[in-house]
């Protein structure tokens, strides 16, 4: 099973369409051993500076480049529910593959 994420329903229609997938379900297109989904835009953002150190919500020239070490992402407003079926279908897509278990076999040694 492989997943296709696209950047928006239209995308994902079109990409279903030249792969063969032809079967509509809530949130993606499935066949063929593929899911086609979209995620409707951006699902995350880089974090603000102000979310590394308080000290950064008026910055200065003085503190540029701001380079946090490791960079950190947010969710973009509204999308939840988007983000939800994405993590639903890779969830859906390592259980029918095995995969989740051999990964957390090996990350629970």
Do not use: Q
């Not at 997938?21 to 500076?49: K, Q, Y």
């Amino acid at each position: 099973m492989k997943l296709v994420i696209c950047e928006k329903p239209s995308v994902a229609k079109a990409v279903a369409s030249a792969l063969g997938v032809t079967s509509r379900a809530d949130g993606c297109f499935e066949g063929n051993g593929l899911i086609v989904s979209w995620c409707v835009g951006h699902l995350v953002s880089p974090m603000d500076a102000a979310g590394y150190d308080l000290g950064y919500k008026k910055w200065k020239y003085d503190d540029l480049p701001i380079l946090p070490e490791p960079f950190r992402y947010v969710l973009a407003k509204g999308k939840e529910e988007a983000l939800e079926m994405v993590r639903s279908l890779i969830d859906e897509m390592y259980r029918e593959t095995g995969t989740f278990a051999t990964a957390e076999y090996i990350e629970n040694r």
